[in-house]
């Protein structure tokens, strides 16, 4: 699971809003992707072209507050 979620990031350097990617709702540039059971959600700044990985976790977990 580690090596498809560093080739799902790598992927992410190429493109950073791809097909089954998804826009959280209330938050600015911050998309998800998955990777099987686990969600990378991270953050997109067109402006100086940058893609922020915030958390990867289990899905279950991933959207709780710490």
């Known amino acids: 699971m580690q ?3 560093i080739v799902a990031l790598e992927l992410l350097r190429v493109d950073p809003r791809p097909p089954k990617s998804v826009k ?3 938050e600015d540039g ?3 992707i998955r990777v099987g059971d686990y969600r ?3 953050e997109v700044t ?3 072209l940058l893609v922020w990985a915030v958390r ?3 899905r ?3 959207y ?3």
């Open 40 to 42: 990378i959600v991270y």
């Open 56 to 58: 990867i976790a289990d």
């Open 60 to 62: 279950k977990d991933v």
């Open 3 to 5: 090596e498809r979620i």
């Open 24 to 26: 959280l709702r209330g």
């Open 64 to 66: 709780r507050k710490r």
């Open 46 to 48: 067109d402006a100086e």
């Open 30 to 32: 911050v998309w998800r």
